[in-house]
């Protein structure tokens, strides 16, 4: 079974721009919850989707917004990026949610 | 041990040691924890997990200890390999309700051959 992917891997943007992050999650997995991870603030959960309604969402700006499709592919976007944006962004996927979650290998975003 | 600040704690072992990684957790209602591991350029990795009405569960060179009195939470690898060194996270979290886990900061284990 294919693991879960995210694209792209790595991306450059300038202030004030926008940016959109896609996770294909593991076959049969409904949930999908995307993480920030910095080297100063660790892993920080962004949001959770599960059969396409957003179910938890943490403590981040409105800037910071995602969806999830009919067949649990799930994008992230962030609006009027900034310097501070740039980090790690994973995606991870399970059943239901209520299970061990499985990461991707996340995208790296760069903001100049 | 969790970190603070930029720095991760850092246990550095000769290949073929035993490796001992702690993590401190914070909800004394978190019923269940999971450990990971990440090797640079790579997504965390499930490595294994304990639910909290066990205080031991081993898997394949791993065993997870949990002491739920003082909220503490072990990794052993037994025969320590140049392939393990990565950081490791535990996390925790509360069964039974959204899956919400909250992780450690993690610790880098550099294993020397």
């Known amino acids: 079974k294919a693991g879960v992917t995210q694209t792209p891997r790595y991306l450059i943007k300038t202030r004030g721009q926008q940016v959109t992050l896609s996770c294909s999650p593991i076959?049969?997995?409904?949930?999908v919850s995307w993480y920030q991870q910095t080297p100063g603030q660790g892993l920080q959960f962004l949001f959770e989707y599960f059969s396409e309604t957003q179910r938890n969402k943490g403590n981040f700006p409105g800037r910071f917004s995602g969806r999830q499709f009919s067949n649990s592919r799930s994008e992230m976007n962030v609006s009027t990026l900034e310097l501070g944006d740039s980090a790690l962004y994973l995606c991870?996927?399970?059943?239901?949610?209520?299970?061990?979650?499985?990461f991707g290998p996340g995208t790296r975003l760069l903001v100049l | 041990g969790e970190s603070v600040g930029l720095h991760l704690p850092t246990l550095s072992v000769q290949e073929g040691d035993n490796s001992i990684i702690n993590c401190a957790y914070s909800n004394s209602a978190s019923d269940y924890f999971i450990w990971y591991k990440q090797e640079s350029g790579k997504g965390p990795q499930f490595i294994i997990d304990?639910?909290?009405?066990?205080d031991k569960r081993q898997g394949q060179r791993v065993t997870v200890l949990l002491n739920k009195t003082v909220k503490h939470l072990s990794l052993q690898i037994a025969a320590t390999q140049p392939g393990d060194s990565a950081v490791y996270f535990c996390a925790e979290n509360i069964s039974g309700g959204s899956y919400i886990p909250t992780f450690g900061r993690g610790t880098s284990l550099i294993v020397h051959p």
């Open positions: 304990i639910r909290s009405n066990m």
């Open positions: 076959s049969g997995h409904r949930s």
């Open positions: 991870a996927s399970s059943l239901d949610g209520r299970e061990t979650q499985y």
